[in-house]
């Protein structure tokens, strides 16, 4: 990365770099960014492709003073990941919204997000120390993670129910309701699930006339991809061609990965609320 240019030109030549690729019928382009996404959720879709372009092995990152608060440090020599970070003023305002120029009036502050500037991180990988605590995962069995979706789910007042007339499709959803054919490995019936409800989430509304059947599709599947790998699953990447995402402009293709980035990143946030309530 040019660390020379601004922040709309870096996040404008990476979504350009993974359109490239994708263009040129590299899909594990695409793939290696959804993994990187399932490991940052809390970072905006441009930052996930900016780490992926740089850094895609990164499986934990912070600034450079967070690393020195978990007990370790940086390895001299190292170059940051460039990520784009919100620059936030704060002032007061009327309560008709119009800025002020004191403190004076009933007038309240505010934050408002101005620009983005360029900070840097770095991956786990360059750093040295005491070791992480460590995340539970699962490997190939969702566990306890099925039944907070499925109880996830059906708080939103969508009906869940099984059975083999929807055959050879494994899962389907129509109205408010899913529906899953009955008898999958628990694996294979956690990844349906997040893809039904991927599609409840994005393609209920009127953006539903907005995209193909094939966009729908693969958003779907990149959502229950990325929560998948968040949670220690091991993901097929024949699970879906992720190249027809990209349908021949990056304002699309980056549509698409902000939708699938909050999906997944809600889907992710409401399980571990739940599972952390149970506990």
């Not at 193909?212 to 958003?219: A, D, L």
Request: proline share 3%; net charge negative; with cysteine.
């Amino acid at each position: 990365m040019n660390t020379e240019t601004t922040p709309s030109e870096l996040a404008s030549q990476a979504l350009a770099q993974l359109a490239e690729a994708l263009q040129a019928g590299k899909s594990e382009a695409l793939t290696t960014y959804l993994k990187v996404m399932s490991r940052f959720t809390k970072y905006s879709w441009g930052n996930c492709l900016l780490i992926s372009m740089q850094r895609p092995d990164a499986s934990h990152v912070a600034g450079f003073h967070s690393w020195l608060g978990l007990g370790r440090h940086v390895r001299k020599g190292e170059k940051g990941i460039v990520i784009l970070a919100p620059v936030v003023s704060k002032g007061k305002y009327s309560k008709d919204k119009q800025a002020t120029q004191d403190d004076a009036g009933d007038g309240k502050s505010e934050r408002r997000l101005v620009a983005f500037r360029k900070a840097y991180v770095f991956a786990l990988e360059q750093t040295d120390g005491d070791d992480l605590p460590q995340f539970a995962t699962v490997q190939g069995d969702p566990q306890h993670h099925l039944d907070s979706l499925k109880a996830l789910i059906t708080s939103q007042d969508i009906n869940l129910e099984y059975t083999a007339d929807i055959a050879p499709a494994r899962g389907m959803s129509q109205g408010n309701t899913i529906t899953l054919i009955p008898g999958m490995p628990t694996g294979e019936q956690f990844s349906t699930l997040v893809h039904e409800y991927a599609h409840q989430r994005l393609h209920k509304s009127e953006r539903r006339a907005q995209t193909t059947k094939t966009i729908r599709e693969t958003e779907a599947e990149a959502v229950a991809f990325v929560v998948c790998h968040a949670i220690g699953l091991d993901v097929n990447s024949a699970s879906a061609d992720y190249i027809s995402l990209y349908s021949g402009d990056t304002a699309t293709l980056s549509a698409s990965l902000h939708f699938i980035q909050s999906t997944a990143a809600d889907i992710l946030a409401a399980l571990q609320s739940s599972e952390a309530a149970a506990r």
